[in-house]
């Protein structure tokens, strides 16, 4: 097979790939079980420890405070709790920018954390109660390992009590309604979802669902499949939310589930049911490692691509945090990756180069048997087989290293397009952020040419010569759109490719010539 139609075909494929990665990403993931319920009872303890000790009086007269706030701050992120329905009003991620402001996952005028409380046979919808404080630690900024706020509210001869606790260098927050009448369950309420954090919002958009997770799977509900209505789910799940690309903010606990619909930008809004008023929450960004120490399977909310690439996924990422231990710019990291790659691949590329020159000295041989049986296909099928086997030749054996570069591009291309690491990532120059589109085209440009190079190089049959010309414009056009990391490793890779296409050429010339002398 000739080394230009091999490569349309590469590329035929990486279309097809990359279609199906925009319009029909999987709905579900096979997960393993998990327990869920550590974080839940620790909240528990502290709970119980505080309304024992402490000696704040619950206050039994509750004033309209409609504009009170109760700030919180960590070194993880900052908010703000209302005590009109006694939800979470702004929340701020201290190390985490938007593009153009501080990142906020709660939208402008809104709140998450809303609740509806079921009691007996009926349901106390407490968005609108008034809550007041009844106790607040030192917690703006948290000086101690864990610290709370507690707010009550009574509706009707009820009194109700949220308690949040925040914990030192983690994004979870431990939450607890109570009251002074048995909760047989509670539904939490992100009435206005959550907000689209990247300047790219259509992009950010193509990942916004609502997630749960069971014991056996993560089941997806992205917003671009909902179509009008309200969507409803039930069952048992350890955790539930709402993500975008590269944030999530979600319920730890006894999920029972969830509905969902459309609000008008098309994101979503979501209720989340659960046993008891007991959960954690989690808002955050969907980093692997954090997300795997949490031991309750949203480790499994990345997209690292299809099943079968997912392992090269997670070890190429394993490989980028080792190395960032001693590289800081990722750029240079993903140079360091195709170098790597190019040696891994050497003694491989050399054995196709080997074929394929064998495959070129038989062409005159291959010539003389198309002459020969040029009415009898089948016959010259069986003929040129037997050719290859008496000259010790595999045609295939020119394919590997494409067909095993196919599953590491795939699984670079899916770290790159959603990796928290990676977002607003600079490498040098114009190049502010290897996850986006090179913003002047510079590189997808310089690998359309360096592709020019490779093919020219390697051009073994005439009549292809047009493919040449084709691959690289096809290949520059197709790599416009796609992030900077992932154009500037096809670069370095085509670049040393070239120069490891010299050193195999000059290597199998001597080599050759011995051989005729």
């Given at each position: 097979?000739?080394?230009?139609?091999r490569?349309?075909?590469?590329?035929?494929?990486?279309?097809?790939?990359?279609?199906?990665?925009?319009?029909?990403?999987?709905?579900?993931?096979?997960?393993?079980s998990?327990d869920t319920?550590?974080?839940?009872?620790?909240?528990?303890?502290?709970v119980?420890?505080?309304?024992?000790?402490?000696?704040?009086?619950?206050?039994?007269?509750?004033?309209?405070q409609?504009?009170?706030?109760?700030?919180?701050?960590?070194?993880?992120?900052?908010?703000?709790?209302?005590s009109?329905?006694g939800?979470?009003?702004?929340?701020?991620?201290?190390?985490?920018?938007s593009?153009?402001?501080?990142?906020?996952?709660?939208?402008?005028?809104?709140k998450i954390?809303?609740?509806?409380?079921?009691?007996?046979?009926?349901?106390?919808?407490?968005?609108?109660?008034?809550?007041?404080?009844?106790?607040?630690g030192?917690?703006?900024?948290?000086?101690?390992?864990?610290?709370?706020?507690?707010?009550?509210?009574?509706?009707d001869?009820?009194?109700?009590?949220?308690?949040?606790?925040?914990?030192?260098?983690?994004?979870?927050?431990?939450?607890?309604v109570?009251?002074?009448?048995?909760i047989?369950?509670?539904?939490?309420?992100?009435?206005?979802?959550?907000?689209?954090t990247?300047?790219n919002?259509?992009?950010?958009?193509?990942?916004?669902a609502?997630?749960?997770?069971?014991?056996?799977n993560?089941?997806?509900?992205?917003?671009?499949s909902?179509?009008?209505?309200?969507?409803?789910m039930?069952?048992?799940?350890?955790?539930?939310?709402?993500?975008?690309?590269?944030?999530f903010?979600?319920?730890?606990?006894?999920?029972?589930?969830?509905?969902?619909?459309?609000?008008?930008?098309?994101r979503?809004?979501?209720?989340?049911?659960?046993?008891?008023?007991?959960?954690?929450?989690?808002?955050?960004?969907?980093?692997?490692r954090i997300?795997?120490?949490?031991?309750?399977?949203m480790?499994?909310?990345?997209?690292?691509g299809?099943?079968?690439?997912q392992?090269?996924?997670?070890?190429?990422?394993g490989?980028?945090?080792?190395?960032?231990?001693?590289?800081?710019?990722?750029?240079?990291?993903?140079?360091?990756i195709?170098?790597?790659?190019?040696?891994?691949?050497?003694?491989?590329?050399?054995?196709?180069?080997?074929?394929?020159?064998?495959?070129?000295?038989?062409q005159?041989?291959?010539?003389?048997?198309?002459?020969?049986?040029?009415?009898d296909?089948?016959?010259?099928?069986?003929?040129?087989?037997?050719?290859?086997?008496?000259?010790?030749?595999?045609?295939?054996?020119g394919?590997?290293?494409?067909?095993?570069?196919?599953?590491?591009?795939?699984?670079?291309?899916?770290?790159?397009?959603t990796t928290?690491e990676?977002?607003?990532?600079p490498?040098?120059?114009?190049?502010?952020?290897l996850?986006?589109?090179?913003?002047?085209?510079?590189?997808?440009?310089?690998?359309?040419?360096?592709?020019?190079?490779?093919?020219?190089?390697?051009?073994?049959?005439?009549s292809?010569?047009?493919?040449v010309?084709?691959?690289?414009?096809?290949?520059?056009?197709?790599?416009?759109?796609?992030?900077?990391g992932?154009?500037?490793?096809?670069?370095?890779?085509?670049?040393?490719?070239?120069?490891?296409?010299?050193?195999i050429?000059k290597?199998?010339?001597?080599?050759?010539g011995v051989q005729?002398?």
């Amino acid at each position: 097979m000739n080394n230009n139609l091999r490569m349309f075909i590469l590329f035929g494929v990486i279309i097809l790939v990359f279609g199906y990665y925009a319009y029909f990403a999987p709905k579900t993931i096979n997960v393993v079980s998990v327990d869920t319920t550590a974080v839940a009872a620790e909240a528990e303890k502290k709970v119980t420890d505080m309304t024992e000790n402490t000696a704040i009086p619950v206050k039994t007269d509750f004033a309209l405070q409609d504009t009170a706030v109760y700030d919180f701050e960590t070194s993880f992120y900052k908010g703000t709790i209302a005590s009109l329905s006694g939800g979470i009003s702004r929340f701020n991620l201290s190390q985490f920018k938007s593009f153009d402001s501080a990142l906020s996952l709660v939208p402008d005028e809104s709140k998450i954390m809303k609740l509806i409380v079921n009691v007996g046979n009926q349901k106390y919808d407490l968005s609108n109660a008034n809550f007041s404080l009844v106790y607040k630690g030192d917690i703006c900024p948290l000086r101690s390992e864990k610290d709370s706020i507690v707010l009550v509210a009574k509706v009707d001869s009820i009194t109700f009590t949220r308690t949040y606790i925040f914990t030192k260098d983690s994004y979870i927050i431990a939450h607890r309604v109570s009251a002074t009448a048995d909760i047989e369950s509670a539904e939490y309420l992100f009435d206005n979802g959550i907000s689209l954090t990247e300047k790219n919002q259509k992009d950010d958009m193509q990942y916004y669902a609502v997630d749960a997770y069971s014991l056996t799977n993560v089941i997806k509900t992205k917003a671009k499949s909902v179509k009008s209505g309200e969507i409803s789910m039930s069952g048992n799940y350890s955790w539930m939310g709402i993500q975008t690309k590269y944030f999530f903010s979600g319920l730890i606990g006894e999920g029972k589930g969830y509905s969902a619909g459309l609000l008008a930008d098309q994101r979503l809004y979501a209720k989340f049911a659960f046993e008891s008023g007991l959960v954690s929450l989690y808002m955050g960004p969907i980093d692997y490692r954090i997300l795997k120490s949490m031991n309750n399977g949203m480790e499994k909310i990345p997209d690292f691509g299809w099943s079968i690439i997912q392992p090269i996924s997670k070890f190429i990422l394993g490989v980028i945090h080792f190395l960032h231990k001693f590289v800081p710019n990722y750029g240079v990291i993903i140079i360091i990756i195709s170098i790597l790659l190019i040696l891994i691949f050497s003694p491989l590329t050399f054995k196709s180069y080997g074929s394929m020159r064998k495959m070129q000295m038989l062409q005159p041989e291959m010539e003389q048997l198309k002459k020969k049986y040029e009415k009898d296909p089948q016959r010259l099928n069986q003929e040129t087989m037997n050719l290859y086997k008496k000259s010790k030749v595999n045609p295939f054996t020119g394919c590997l290293p494409m067909f095993i570069q196919m599953p590491v591009f795939f699984a670079l291309y899916a770290i790159l397009r959603t990796t928290i690491e990676l977002r607003y990532a600079p490498f040098a120059f114009w190049i502010t952020d290897l996850a986006t589109k090179d913003p002047y085209y510079v590189l997808p440009i310089l690998t359309g040419a360096t592709m020019f190079v490779s093919q020219k190089l390697s051009l073994t049959d005439q009549s292809q010569k047009m493919m040449v010309y084709i691959m690289p414009i096809m290949i520059t056009f197709l790599f416009l759109s796609l992030p900077a990391g992932i154009n500037l490793y096809w670069l370095i890779y085509n670049l040393l490719s070239v120069v490891q296409q010299m050193v195999i050429k000059k290597m199998l010339n001597k080599e050759t010539g011995v051989q005729n002398g």
